[in-house]
């Protein structure tokens, strides 16, 4: 029995502590409790992974709602970007970049018969356009390609048409502030357009803004050469990477055709209150969850002390078998563990399960739950990913087991001297 206590006692204590959980003798309350604690893990594991899994969906659907109308990548240059056409045939060929697209930004006015709106017009050219962006799917009425040279048409936002009240062959005034002569002030310059085309990106970020064809953009810069107002609009071939690929391209540019001041940024950054505000949310929702999770595993407290005291004569017993208090604490430890485990693993097939088939069982609950289709549950987009789900089960493995060391602890502290007495 010396064993207990040697090198070779970790083997005793696994074996003890599995037999203690698996023994059909125990107290059954104590039981319930530990498959209550079970239980509880399961939920919150189960829980986390489905709710971080729809999160992801629900982030992807909008950023990717939001690289419809802003670019993966965009490159500008001090004092501007006169041989933008060179700028851009060197680009396109770089590694990661699958298009290249120029664009000008004015800021107008937009008044049509009483209603007035500010608004931000972006001058393309609609073939290289869809290179860079997918607007010509989003396309409600009218098409892209009704933006030519000198047609003095413009393409609006579906928010921007409905709050103006616009529709397709309607004619708008853009108006655009230019300093006098004398730069003592400014005048009002009136430019008129035909919508012939409106899109909808069912989103709040790019609803609002309007496109014309580039060459008729010259006339809303204010007094500034194109190459001043000029942007290049990057596609890359995976946007986690975009911002690898800018300052590649920034690098190349630089090196290539020297001069302007060249400068740009993805589209993390452009909108990056968006998405860390996405991410906060996220990271939130991961502990309010994770809450869940420790009411599960610091029931595991609850049940172990219980265990401890209805084994304190076995405890006694071993320990005057020559089990030492490492012997012991391993023993409770390898229970608490084990109860925790079972549950974050069954919570997290569960949770992978349900995760894989969401569409699925989301479709199912809105039929059953809301025929009349009122809250669209079957839209929840869902995307499981692996991290998540490794996040998730080894934090609720490390919070199991702290939640044991306390009753393993004061078990190995009992001694058999003050049990046996009263046996």
Same mark, same amino acid.
């Given at each position: 029995?010396?064993?207990?206590?040697?090198?070779?006692?970790?083997?005793?204590?696994?074996?003890?502590?599995?037999?203690?959980?698996?023994?059909?003798?125990?107290?059954?309350?104590?039981?319930?409790?530990?498959?209550?604690?079970?239980?509880?893990?399961?939920?919150?594991?189960?829980? %986390?992974?489905?709710?971080?899994?729809?999160?992801?969906?629900?982030?992807?659907?909008?950023?990717?709602?939001?690289?419809?109308?802003?670019? *993966?990548?965009?490159?500008?240059?001090?004092?501007?970007?006169?041989?933008?056409?060179?700028?851009?045939?060197?680009?396109?060929?770089?590694?990661?970049?699958?298009?290249?697209?120029?664009?000008?930004?004015?800021?107008?006015?937009?008044?049509?018969?009483?209603?007035?709106?500010?608004?931000?017009?972006?001058?393309?050219?609609?073939?290289?356009?869809i290179t860079v962006s997918p607007l010509a799917e989003h396309m409600r009425e009218g098409s892209?390609?009704?933006?030519?040279?000198?047609?003095?048409?413009?393409? #609006?936002?579906?928010?921007?048409?409905?709050?103006?009240?616009?529709?397709?062959?309607?004619?708008?005034?853009?108006?655009?502030?230019?300093?006098?002569?004398?730069?003592?002030?400014?005048? &009002?310059?009136?430019?008129?357009?035909t919508v012939s085309g409106i899109f909808d990106v069912q989103y709040d970020i790019g609803s609002?803004?309007?496109?014309? *064809?580039?060459?008729?953009?010259?006339?809303?810069?204010?007094?500034?050469?194109?190459?001043?107002?000029? *942007?290049?609009?990057?596609?890359?071939?995976?946007?986690?990477?975009?911002?690898?690929?800018?300052?590649?391209?920034?690098? %190349? #540019?630089?090196?290539?055709?020297?001069?302007?001041?060249?400068?740009?940024?993805?589209?993390?950054?452009?909108?990056?209150?968006?998405?860390?505000?996405?991410?906060?949310?996220?990271?939130?929702?991961?502990?309010?969850?994770?809450?869940?999770?420790?009411?599960?595993?610091?029931?595991?407290?609850?049940?172990?002390?219980?265990?401890?005291?209805?084994?304190?004569?076995?405890?006694?017993? #071993?320990?005057?078998?020559?089990?030492?208090?490492?012997?012991?604490?391993?023993?409770?430890?390898?229970?608490?563990?084990?109860?925790? %485990?079972?549950?974050?693993?069954?919570?997290?097939?569960?949770?992978?399960?349900?995760?894989?088939?969401?569409?699925?069982?989301?479709?199912?609950?809105?039929?059953? &739950?809301?025929?009349?289709?009122?809250?669209?549950?079957?839209?929840?987009?869902?995307?499981?990913?692996?991290?998540?789900?490794?996040?998730?089960?080894?934090?609720?493995?490390?919070?199991?087991?702290?939640?044991?060391?306390?009753?393993?602890?004061?078990?190995?502290?009992?001694?058999?001297?003050?049990? %046996?007495?009263?046996?």
């Amino acid at each position: 029995m010396a064993g207990l206590s040697g090198p070779g006692s970790r083997i005793p204590a696994l074996f003890i502590g599995l037999r203690y959980l698996l023994s059909r003798r125990d107290n059954r309350f104590i039981s319930f409790t530990s498959l209550m604690s079970m239980a509880g893990l399961t939920l919150g594991v189960l829980a %986390l992974i489905v709710v971080l899994s729809v999160f992801n969906g629900s982030q992807g659907v909008q950023r990717d709602k939001v690289l419809i109308t802003v670019p *993966h990548a965009d490159i500008w240059a001090e004092p501007g970007l006169p041989n933008w056409e060179n700028a851009a045939g060197l680009l396109s060929g770089q590694p990661g970049i699958t298009g290249v697209a120029p664009y000008t930004l004015t800021d107008v006015l937009l008044s049509q018969q009483g209603y007035h709106q500010v608004t931000r017009v972006r001058g393309i050219l609609p073939m290289q356009e869809i290179t860079v962006s997918p607007l010509a799917e989003h396309m409600r009425e009218g098409s892209l390609d009704s933006l030519q040279p000198g047609s003095r048409n413009i393409v #609006l936002g579906y928010y921007l048409a409905s709050n103006l009240r616009l529709f397709i062959g309607d004619a708008v005034n853009l108006i655009v502030p230019r300093p006098n002569e004398a730069g003592t002030g400014v005048s &009002l310059d009136i430019q008129r357009f035909t919508v012939s085309g409106i899109f909808d990106v069912q989103y709040d970020i790019g609803s609002e803004l309007a496109y014309v *064809h580039l060459d008729d953009s010259l006339d809303l810069l204010q007094g500034r050469e194109e190459g001043q107002a000029l *942007h290049l609009r990057l596609a890359t071939d995976d946007i986690d990477r975009a911002d690898e690929y800018l300052a590649s391209a920034l690098a %190349l #540019l630089q090196q290539q055709l020297p001069g302007p001041d060249y400068r740009g940024q993805d589209w993390s950054t452009a909108q990056a209150a968006l998405f860390n505000a996405l991410k906060l949310e996220k990271v939130m929702t991961t502990l309010i969850l994770m809450m869940i999770v420790a009411i599960g595993a610091f029931n595991i407290v609850s049940t172990l002390v219980m265990v401890v005291a209805d084994k304190q004569a076995d405890i006694a017993i #071993l320990r005057t078998m020559g089990a030492g208090q490492g012997t012991i604490l391993g023993i409770f430890l390898v229970q608490g563990s084990m109860i925790g %485990l079972l549950g974050i693993m069954a919570g997290a097939i569960g949770g992978i399960l349900i995760a894989s088939n969401f569409e699925w069982l989301a479709l199912w609950m809105e039929r059953v &739950l809301d025929p009349q289709g009122l809250y669209l549950i079957s839209q929840l987009p869902a995307v499981l990913q692996r991290g998540d789900v490794v996040m998730t089960c080894s934090m609720a493995l490390l919070i199991c087991f702290l939640a044991t060391l306390y009753p393993a602890w004061k078990a190995s502290r009992i001694l058999p001297a003050q049990v %046996l007495r009263y046996e």
